[in-house]
């Protein structure tokens, strides 16, 4: 069966007159007469006893309209769907971003997605370094990332959501715990604990070039993988830590505090990124929505 004929099935079974099934579906009679002639010619059945006086569905017929109801409603939901994806109304978003430091960025901008575009899939990687983000932006296995990145790759688009300032985080048992700032000269004979050292760790490159500027190697005992864990090691008086004001903000340890670094120069700024090409409309609908949740700050 085709769907012209499903169609012109359903106007004269619910109208039962030919005439006023021709004006509904905007044909003429007899073009409409000929297409439900084929469809029982197709089906092998009889749908209409017609008469001078009026149409009936026959038995067979009755037993079409159900099923034909349901081709049709199934035809504008197919419809409906291929519109709302070229809308960038359904479709499946993949975003990585480290934790500790984003998961407050991340949760203001999934409630607006999923509040104002339900069809669209937000899936979430919540560990992934920045590097990993833009490796996996370029391999295709991610579609966004919160990233902290001093250099991108080609290909790469990016815009400014925040800006940070370093920090130090220390044992609330230091003798500079109490310190308004603190200059990392001051840190020389301290030990370190640091994320792992993955290309494009901008903490710890940052912590290595600013040590160097003022003069010493910093001596980085152990790393961890996230900064929780960082900050864990911290309480436990391991060693301090160079992380961002946003973990300061939303990780929560009363044997740490968090001194501001006195040496920094510029905030570091925090960006969405995503690859420069890609066609995907859901995405396009979800980094218009990040400029509503997520806008560029002023300096």
């Known amino acids: 069966m085709e769907i012209h004929q499903i169609r012109a099935f359903l106007a004269v079974a619910e109208e039962l007159h030919f005439g006023r099934a021709a004006q509904r579906l905007h044909i ?22 017609r008469s001078t006086r009026s149409v009936q569905l026959t038995e067979s017929g009755k037993a079409l309209v159900g099923p034909a109801r349901a081709i049709l ?12 994806a070229g809308r960038g109304q359904t479709g499946r978003v993949r975003i990585g971003f480290a934790g500790s430091s984003s998961h407050h960025l991340v949760g203001t901008w999934a409630k607006l997605v999923r509040r104002t575009h339900p069809g669209i899939e937000f899936v979430l990687t919540s560990s992934a370094y ?13 579609d966004i990332g919160i990233v902290r990145l001093l250099f991108f790759p080609p290909g790469i688009a990016s815009r400014v959501i925040g800006h940070e300032d370093l920090v130090v985080a220390l044992p609330r048992s230091h003798a500079l715990a109490a310190a308004a700032s603190v200059r990392l000269a001051d840190l020389a004979g301290e030990s370190w604990v640091m994320l792992p050292a993955e290309p494009g760790s901008m903490l710890r490159e940052l912590l290595l070039r600013l040590a160097h500027d003022a003069g010493f190697t910093p001596r980085i005992v152990q790393s961890a993988p996230d900064s929780l864990s960082l900050v864990a090691l911290v309480s436990a008086e391991v060693g301090c830590t160079l992380t961002v004001s946003s973990v300061a903000q939303h990780v929560v340890n009363s044997d740490v505090v968090f001194v501001p670094l006195a040496d920094q120069t510029a905030p570091l700024d925090v960006r969405l990124v995503w690859r420069a090409d890609d066609p995907s409309s859901a995405l396009a609908e ?11 700050p002023m300096m």
């Not at 979800?286 to 560029?296: H, I």
């Open 286 to 296: 979800v980094l218009r929505l990040s400029e509503e949740a997520l806008p560029t």
């Open 130 to 142: 920045a590097s990993e983000v833009v490796n996996r932006l370029s391999e295709g296995t991610l």
């Open 73 to 84: 409603d199934a035809v504008r939901l197919a419809e409906m769907a291929v519109t709302a």
């Open 28 to 49: 003429a009679q007899p073009p409409l007469s000929r297409t439900i002639r084929q469809l029982e010619k197709r089906l092998g059945a009889t749908l209409f006893e």
